[in-house]
């Protein structure tokens, strides 16, 4: 599985839009991209995926670069309840749903 | 959505005895099951994957008769930390997915060997 780069720590002001960039540069075709977020003493919280195309949810949205080979998760109005880790992971989707986690960035939203 | 059930979330245990560790999908089936062990701060490590009938895989470095992992059904998976010890102590987190779909967590358990 290719491996993703994040950085370590970010802080957003709540109320504002939460960016946070992910490098995949090795994702392979069959990759998709995967977020993940896991508040403090829990367990991982699945955001989105995607594969070539942005996407939206009721949490989030993935913008996901043309080469592919970056890709940026939108928090639109961030909560201090969004304070957590969020680890972006590139994955084939196939039977056996193993997942490498990187390190994750660490966003702390701030009054 | 899917939901993943691990039961106990915290279990404080005397060094030497054994501890069982529960992981249910509550709607659906989950012929694969992985068990993940995080340390304070640090990201989740694959301990090993669970399959449905079948002896679980273990990662590199990973006890197998340390920790027993049984998956009876396609709905529960247990690990149990034999004679556990301080060192032992973490944070033991479980996930299930279907075929072809994202995975999905437990809560989580922090296990305290005292």
């Known amino acids: 599985d290719a491996k993703t780069t994040q950085p370590t720590s970010m802080d957003c002001a709540e109320g504002r839009a939460a960016n946070l960039p992910c490098n995949h540069s090795?994702?392979?075709?069959?990759?998709?991209v995967y977020w993940y977020r896991q508040i403090h003493s829990q367990g991982p919280q699945y955001i989105i995926h995607?594969?070539?195309?942005?996407e939206t949810n009721e949490m989030a949205s993935l913008i996901i670069t043309e080469d592919r080979k970056s890709s940026t998760l939108i928090l639109p109005h961030a909560t201090l309840r969004d304070t957590a880790v969020y680890y972006c992971?590139?994955?084939?989707?196939?039977?056996?749903?193993?997942?490498?986690w990187g390190a994750g960035t660490k966003l702390i939203i701030k009054p | 959505g899917a939901v993943v059930s691990q039961h106990p979330s915290r279990v404080i245990c005397k060094s030497g005895t054994s501890v069982k560790i529960e992981c249910r999908s509550l709607?659906?089936?989950?012929?694969?099951m992985f068990w993940y062990r995080q340390f304070p701060k640090k990201s989740l490590m694959l301990m090993a994957t669970?399959?449905?009938?079948?002896?679980?895989?273990?990662e590199q470095g990973v006890e197998k008769d340390k920790f027993l992992i049984n998956h009876a059904s396609l709905t529960l998976s247990t690990l149990t930390v034999t004679s556990a010890h301080p060192e032992d102590s973490s944070f033991y987190i479980c996930?299930?997915?279907?075929?072809?779909?994202?995975?999905?967590f437990g809560q989580g358990t922090r296990l305290t060997v005292v």
């Open positions: 996930s299930a997915s279907r075929t072809g779909d994202r995975a999905f």
């Open positions: 709607d659906f089936q989950a012929t694969t």
């Open positions: 995607g594969l070539k195309n942005n």
């Open positions: 992971i590139v994955r084939v989707v196939d039977s056996n749903y193993q997942l490498i």
């Open positions: 090795t994702i392979s075709g069959n990759e998709y």
């Open positions: 669970s399959n449905e009938g079948s002896k679980a895989t273990y």
